[in-house]
């Protein structure tokens, strides 16, 4: 191969004139990111809120903001993998029950904490995995499988469970609390030396920051996000090239109920209890979350970015409505309408975002 | 995998799965398997059958050579449907063949057979002197098979370098790590571009591209590896005229290099202006395999209507 032929700015301005396509500059791929919208959304939400309701601008609304929405935020990111190979995962929520009732069951025997809490997560990756081989090796339908999961999960919760709240734990209960309530960092009022202005950010908050870091840079740096792409682009050309298409894809649902688990561990810490109604419903607003960051229910578009953008805007528009004092009925317009909206102003159209298209419109009329 | 691949035919290395039947009892470890090689391929020596049925004979360098492919009255049915009947071919380095047929003819059965997307019910595939039984395209690719798919296989979503390198990813180490190599990756692939005077850039979204750059990017992929045989299914079917110019170039290039070109293609202009061999199937069977220079298009036309019944 000759070493020396080397792609010149040039060369690229006469490629463009030929072909008529626009390179993709750092720039552009941004502007025409859902994310990058959704961002701007949520910023502009934030200020107006905070300008029109004083008691929303808090350090203390925000711990809590922060701290309702991380569980989805961490869901919401193995979701978005699911959904970048084409699939779907319904049985979040469930496997989330089910996880805090493992969990409950085991420090209820009064097992150390760390017995329960793994004891958990290998019970809701039992049903990642369950739900990855009927989906990746027997080539069902994700919706069908997880559908079945859903049910599955919830069922188990409940007769492990024998339809009680679990709360008696034994002796490392004092423990599984300070986990599960752990903020950083702390105030002067609370101990620490953080002054008052700053939010006391909660355990859950910060998983799903350190969880979104090593999904980013897993997205940006291995050849295995780049197979889940593929997947998500083109499954049979994906198979053509040599990609281990079955085994990334019960990969992915491991992962997606690996993060089920993960939230279902640190609420139930929270809460102190665990019940096995946790997480009726959430596979809805966790879906809705990672389709607002940006997820393309086809497949082969999403970022662990924009999975946690969008449950954060979902728990701000919810938590804005509460503070302007609008009747909480109103809740799933607003939801819904975002939803939406947010999908709309990423939809491509000719290689921009429909807000850039529209942009670029009103520009050339004047 | 490419060790074994590079390595010259010795006849020594036996490791004939038993179900070939081909397990001489002259050979001391008969049955041995031989651990470099791969899992889809077998080196053997017919003893017994004798020299003769070896595909072994001079090339210009007066050294022993082996055909890069020959395809020994290969069959496949799928259920009672016989697509592929008793067929033997042969291919060797920086050949052409034009492969003909209507449709229905057993063209795509015979270049899946041959790309490994599932193996034959009869006969069998040996690639240089190996009896080879592909189960995965993965397998065909590692002995130097590559195919430009009619669909071309590209993911839209990537873009083109990714495409190129999809499922091979140049990676580099950053401890304790392996990271794609993404730069590295980008450079190679504007290389091959070059090469194929595409105007295509590496960074660009395959889902914005026309249907020549497209071309470019899955043609680009069978340059990566250093390939032996490449099967083109319908490459200049949806294309433009400069496009397809373009790419019958290519394959002159390919061929000068060494490079045996399979062209599956109902384009007879295109045909004949760059095989060597026309090989023309009609109903799973193969009618003519002729050299281009002693036949025409007109023969042509016959033997793939029936017109003409064998040549």
Known sequence: ?366 | MQAAIARPFLGREFGAPEQTGYRSRLCLNAGKVDSTESKACSTRRESGVGWGSLPLRFNVQGRWNLSLLEIRNVAKSFGAIRAVNDISLTVEAGEVIGLMGDNGAGKSTLVKLIAGNFPATEGEIVVEGKVCHFHKPVQARAMGIEVVYQDLALADNLRASENVFLGRELKKSIWPFRVLHKQAMIDRAGELFEELKSETRPRDLVKKMSGGQRQAVAIARTRLARAKLVLMDEPTAAISVRQVAQVLELIRRMKARGVAVMLISHRMPDVFAVSDRIVVMRRGGKVADKRTEETTPEEITGLITGAIRAA
């Open chain 1, 1 to 366: 191969m000759p070493p020396d032929t080397e792609y010149s700015a040039a060369e690229h301005a006469h490629i463009a004139d030929v072909v008529h396509l626009k390179e993709m500059t750092w720039l552009r791929s941004v502007l025409t990111s859902q994310a990058f919208w959704v961002t701007v959304a949520l910023f502009v939400l934030v200020v107006v809120m905070s300008l029109t309701e004083p008691s929303f601008g808090t350090a203390d609304n925000a711990a809590n903001i922060t701290r309702n929405f991380a569980p989805f935020g961490i869901m919401a990111i193995g979701m978005t993998i699911v959904i970048i190979t084409g699939g779907i995962d319904l049985s979040v929520g469930s496997v989330m029950g089910l996880v805090a009732i493992v969990g409950g069951l085991f420090l209820t025997w009064e097992y150390p904490w760390y017995v329960a809490f793994f004891m958990g997560l290998v019970a809701g990756m039992l049903c990642g995995a369950v739900n990855g081989f009927f989906v990746a090796y027997v080539g069902m339908q994700p919706f069908v499988v997880t559908l079945g999961m859903l049910a599955i999960a919830r069922s188990l919760a409940v007769v492990v469970s024998q339809n009680q709240m679990l709360y008696k734990f034994g002796p490392d209960a004092p423990t599984v609390k300070a986990i599960g309530q752990f903020r950083w960092p702390l105030r002067v009022a609370s101990g620490g030396w953080a002054p008052e202005w700053i939010p006391e950010l909660s355990v859950q908050f910060w998983t799903m920051i350190g969880l979104g870091l090593i999904v980013g840079a897993v997205f940006i740096f291995s050849s295995w996000a780049r197979h889940l792409f593929a997947i998500g682009g083109n499954e049979n050309a994906a198979r053509l090239t040599g990609v281990p298409v079955n085994r990334i894809k019960f990969q992915a649902y491991v992962f997606c109920s690996f993060c089920a688990s993960i939230a279902s561990i640190l609420l139930l810490g929270y809460n102190g209890s665990a019940i096995n109604a946790l997480g009726t419903g959430y596979e809805l607003r966790v879906i809705a979350a990672a389709v607002i960051g940006g997820a393309d229910l086809i497949g082969g578009a999403g970022t662990a970015y924009g999975a946690i953008i969008g449950s954060a805007l979902l728990e701000v528009i919810r938590n804005a409505l509460l503070m302007a004092g609008i009747d909480s009925n109103w809740q799933g317009a607003f939801v819904g309408a975002i939803i939406v909206l947010a999908v709309l102003l990423g939809m491509q159209s000719g290689g921009k975002s429909i807000f850039a298209a529209a942009w670029e419109r009103l520009k050339t009329r004047k």
